[in-house]
């Protein structure tokens, strides 16, 4: 059995995985002793992948997650099992690459977009074989809602919604049409450049905001919530196997 631990921005995510199958998974605002011995109570755990976007892990977890298995501590030293041809690798964020390697074991032989809709916005682009080649960071929904309160001096806070009419017929479904139409535009005009540069692609979506994103795209997209979770287990089980 693995476990993989994903500490994001806003919120930190466990996932046990027996080989490749994802057994269970969990999220906390952050992650607890408590919370994780619950999530491990009656599992045997063999290897540990820890993952993180902030600059640092308490170090009392670190120690729990060393007595639970073989611990990797995933940084931009680890081994990868795609070709990462970032010019800035030690800048490159975790949850990046393993979303690239979670579209790239899901679709070895396609190029794939891969869309994380969280915090930020990130879209990784994966040519057929595991070549990475990088990719592009725009705001998340939130941010964007966020933004246009905090930075103007009479625009309100809008509240994330369904988007019902797309000219919005008040200030806050016109806000609510700027950030969520703004994002869904964004994605289908970066599927169109990937189609016309490199023909068929897989559209990959994962991320909090992956299922509300989904409905309003008029494009064809894989939703994989879970994507960076298998990126990671896939990248453990690549370390795994040359240390044995």
Not at 221 to 235: A, P
Request: proline share 4%; with cysteine.
């Amino acid at each position: 059995m693995n476990l993989v631990i994903d500490i994001g921005n806003t919120r930190a995510k466990a996932a046990l995985f027996d080989a490749d199958r994802l057994v269970s998974r969990t999220s906390w605002p952050e992650v607890e002793i408590a919370g994780l011995a619950a999530f491990l109570t009656n599992q045997k755990v063999k290897s540990v992948i820890l993952s993180s976007v902030r600059r640092a892990v308490d170090p009392e977890i670190e120690r729990k997650l060393e007595k639970t298995g073989r611990l990797v501590r995933f940084s931009h030293a680890t081994p990868v099992p795609v070709q990462v041809a970032y010019q800035t690798p030690e800048t490159l964020g975790l949850d990046r690459i393993a979303a690239a390697a979670g579209a790239f074991a899901r679709f070895p032989d396609a190029n794939c977009l891969v869309i994380d809709a969280g915090t930020c916005m990130t879209f990784e682009f994966v040519l057929s074989g595991g070549r990475y080649l990088g990719g592009n960071i725009s705001p998340g929904l939130e941010i964007r809602l966020r933004a246009m309160a905090e930075f103007t001096a009479s625009l309100p806070l809008a509240k994330l919604n369904e988007v019902d009419q797309w000219i919005g017929y008040s200030t806050d479904s016109a806000l609510r049409n700027g950030a969520v139409l703004g994002a869904v535009m964004e994605i289908e005009g970066y599927i169109q450049r990937c189609e016309k540069e490199w023909g068929n692609i897989n559209a990959v979506l994962t991320g909090g905001d992956a299922l509300f994103l989904a409905n309003p795209l008029k494009k064809k997209i894989f939703v994989h919530e879970n994507l960076v979770l298998e990126g990671l287990n896939k990248i453990l089980n690549h370390n795994v196997r040359d240390l044995e």
